[in-house]
């Protein structure tokens, strides 16, 4: 008879949230009958919960402020306003229908032909030129945009930051960091994030993205089509062997493909509205766009 974990799971992480406790969890197995590799899984699974410090939201933005400012550094803005200006018209609209409205986002476009994107904490995100000339219309551009968009409201790197060793000093000492922006443990704390985007997140962490990015899609009115579509765009540039840049950061875009038609079937999602808008794309992109 298989036995339900579930109460045992909560029991361990609240002992495990209580610092003034030296749990002996071989002893809780051995008192409750589990076998060896059980009481593994609730020891680990206590440690990841002790590990999660939280963060608020202006702690995410003081983060996220440093990361893109590493991010802008490293890569340089284009300077095309007009471009830029659409950009944040497009990026607004997306980011208003995402499940954190309000927490206000920027949008840039980093001055690289390589095509890639990145989303800092708090809502900064950028898009390079390369992947904005490989987009061929207004929804193409924005499944990228909500891509990134999706892994601020997913809260990727921050999760992955919290499970990290660094957030094991406790609550109070990462508040402090986060006031004390020179600090070492702040500065860590940066570079975490930054590795995280420019190393890559976890497979799971971009199929997530690809997921919710098609929610986003959607409720905004766009044919969430379109992102289906932004994958094959990068599994064409694979096979040519354009993408060593995003291939460094990202799963093969067929394997995300394949995931993301599976989990278009169970979203709820209405039928696909066709909604492109190639036209306005053009007008506001092509005086700038280079051929491929």
């Known amino acids: ?128 030129r390369g992947a904005m000339n490989m987009a061929q219309d207004e929804a193409e551009l924005a499944a990228i945009l909500s891509h990134e968009i999706a892994h601020v409201t997913e809260k990727h790197i921050l999760k992955a930051l919290q499970k990290s060793k660094l957030m094991q000093v406790g609550s109070e000492v990462a508040a402090e960091a986060f006031k004390n922006q020179g600090s070492q443990l702040f500065k860590q704390m940066s570079d975490f994030a930054t590795d995280a985007l420019f190393k890559g997140l976890s497979k799971e962490d971009e199929f997530d993205a690809d997921r919710v990015s098609v929610v986003y899609l959607n409720r905004t009115g766009y044919d969430y089509l379109a992102m289906n579509d932004v994958l094959k765009l990068l599994d064409a540039r694979r096979k040519r062997g354009m993408t060593k840049v995003l291939a460094k950061t990202h799963p093969n875009p067929t394997v995300r493909l394949q995931q993301l038609t599976a989990a278009e079937r169970t979203l709820p999602l209405d039928a696909p509205t066709g909604i492109r808008l190639k036209q306005r794309f053009v007008s506001y992109t092509q005086s700038n766009k280079n051929p491929s």
């Open 1 to 128: 008879m298989k036995r339900n974990l579930l109460p045992l799971l909560l029991a361990t992480a609240l002992l495990a949230t209580t610092p003034a406790i030296a749990f002996d969890f071989n002893s809780l197995g051995d008192a409750l009958g589990l076998d060896k590799e059980t009481t593994k899984r609730l020891e680990e699974a206590a440690k990841v919960v002790s590990a999660l410090v939280p963060i608020s939201e202006e702690e995410e933005k003081i983060l996220g402020r440093d990361v893109a400012a590493r991010v802008a550094g490293r890569f340089g803005i284009d300077p095309d306003q007009n471009r830029t200006y659409y950009l944040n018209l497009l990026g607004t609209a997306l980011a208003q229908h995402s499940d954190r409205p309000n927490l206000g986002y920027h949008f840039a476009i980093l001055n690289t032909d390589d095509v890639n994107a990145y989303s800092c904490p708090g809502g900064y995100i950028f898009v390079t």
